[in-house]
């Protein structure tokens, strides 16, 4: 089986930057101390409000993955997103910065964070041409997706390369490890049987940490994690190279894959 692929999440570096003038701690700087550490790709969530990252990052750390051949940049956000300020809308920021992959994610500007996967019956209409320009532009397209069987369906159907299940429901339940959490975590298990078996690549990635990584990881055909709350708080502890180490190493050695 190959080995899931760590892509750092840079949100929280550029939350600690804002609420200070000034740019420090420098998310590029931060950006390429975690590639050095031997991360395999950057990701960052634009959103309006501009509460972490701005656009000035997308520009500069798109400039900054060009550098460095094999890694790949991933832009998430809401593809609705219009312009508010000098935020010039999601999809005009991805136009200019090409990133590797776009994630697409159903949040909202009140929401404190992404918490759950599209609802396809609803959005395939107005996502379909946005889906398709991606792909025009070269982009890989991936949906923020709950595990659920039916939804997956749709995504393949919409033409997307790749979904990532949203994990924070998984991450809520691992500490408890009991029969609701185990009937959880199988519903995540047969989604990823059922997106390979349907040929959807699979990413994941909200709320995974030291602790729950290394389980999830069982899950067959897991291509990447994106990481970056949890990497961020270990990094106050153990540095952030340690931190990136570390996730590495559960990425690099995870528990055997479950026969699917």
């Known amino acids: 089986m190959s080995n899931p692929k760590l892509s750092v999440n840079l949100n929280k570096i550029a939350l600690i930057r804002n609420s200070r003038p000034g740019n420090y701690p420098n998310v590029v700087n931060h950006g390429r101390q ?17 509460r972490h990252i701005r656009p000035s990052d997308v520009r500069e750390l798109a400039a900054l993955v060009a550098n460095y051949p094999g890694i790949e940049f991933n832009v998430e956000g809401n593809p609705f ?38 609802d396809l019956h609803q959005a395939s209409a107005s996502l379909a041409p946005i889906v398709a320009e991606l792909q025009t532009l070269g982009i890989r397209v991936s949906l923020f997706m709950d595990p ?24 809520a339940a691992y500490p408890s490890r009991n029969d609701a959490y185990d009937a959880l975590f199988e519903r995540y298990f047969q989604a990823a049987v059922h997106a390979r078996k349907i040929g959807l690549e699979l990413n994941a990635g909200h709320d995974l940490n030291l602790d729950n990584l290394d389980n999830f990881c069982r899950l067959p055909g897991l291509l990447e994690v994106s990481i970056g709350h949890a990497l961020t708080v270990d990094a106050l502890t ?3 190279d340690n931190a990136v180490n570390a996730y590495k190493r559960i990425c690099a050695c995870p528990r055997r894959e479950r026969d699917a």
């Open 34 to 50: 975690a590639l050095a550490a031997g991360a395999d790709g950057l990701t960052v969530h634009p959103r309006p409000d501009q």
């Open 238 to 240: 153990m540095g952030l």
């Open 81 to 118: 997103a219009d312009p508010e300020g000098d935020y010039p809308g999601f999809m005009a920021l991805v136009r200019e910065t090409r990133p590797h992959q776009c994630t697409l994610v159903p949040d909202s500007d009140d929401q404190l964070t992404s918490d759950h996967g599209f």
């Open 148 to 171: 659920d069987i039916e939804q997956l369906d749709l995504a393949k159907a919409l033409g997307v390369e790749r979904i990532e299940l949203y994990t924070g429901p998984y991450a």
